[in-house]
């Protein structure tokens, strides 16, 4: 099959669903992953000079003396060091930032096996305002993911249901799918009446028992392979700038929410595995020009 996980940082899919993830791939289907914002609010100035101290050595190293360059690193040091608590990054230190994240997802991707023509990096425009509050869901933001879903023409879509996000990204990347679908589905776009549409959690919380429709297990291999493919994400480990409430990493955070699901289903009486992801699925309801989850 083609399947699209949707992302909303570049490390929500491995995160959220890395078992998952791996598991298509492992089993033959076409895998995308959109990425579907630069999540470059995460990065840390500290990250940023280092990325800066790297690039410097490495033009001594090649004997690249450019002269433009050097401008730029020292401007970009210059900035960070003089910058205050809350102060805006320049549209040049934003976009290193999200250049370290997308090569970041880049390596999540060639370590679980996905071609590089099947990773897309969407940069949705919404997100894009150099500050926590983001803006509203926007014309642009759905075109860009209805000719990407239109594009891979997928028989199953993963996206991030995950509400509990601090700071609303998660929701309004959910809201443009959900519009995306809705509007390709008006269309009469055919190969959507087979396409499924299935919600993962992320960090924060999991789905209640009651409400799980598909529930993934995992080997204790694949557990730490998830966990080796967190780890890419050099600079989202340790201390990040949102954490939240919870002062875990996320690795720890998404073996234990998976581990707490493998248990309530051996409480049931079935199989105990390492741990289980678990998913809902939605449907689309034209008429109320809307979606809903199934019961």
Known sequence: KRVIIFSPHPDDDIISMGGTFQRLHDQGHEVHIAYQTSGNIAVTDEFVTRFVDFAVGFEEITGRNNTGSEQVFE???????????????????????GLIRRGEARATCRYVGIAEENVHFQNLPFYETGTIEKKPMGEE????????????????????????????????????????????????DAWVEDCWLWLYKGAWQEWKLEEIQMAIPMSPDQ???????????????????????????????????????????????????APMEAFVRWHYQMKRKTLYRSK
């Open 75 to 97: 401007a970009i040091r210059s900035y960070l060091a003089a910058k205050k608590s809350g102060q805006i990054d320049t549209p040049q230190i934003r976009a290193l930032k």
């Open 141 to 188: 933001d759905v075109e860009l993911t209805m000719e990407l879903l239109r594009q891979v023409k997928p028989h199953q879509v993963f996206a991030a249901g995950d509400l509990a996000d601090p700071h609303g990204t998660h929701k309004v990347c959910l809201d443009i799918v959900f519009e995306a679908l809705r509007r390709i589905k008006e269309a009469g």
């Open 223 to 273: 557990v730490l392979k998830k966990r080796h493919g967190i780890f890419i994400h050099q600079s989202q480990k340790d201390m990040v700038p949102f954490q939240g409430s919870d002062a875990r990493e996320f690795w720890q955070r998404a073996e234990e929410r998976n581990a707490h699901t493998a248990n309530l289903y051996a409480q049931l009486g079935l199989t105990h595995y």
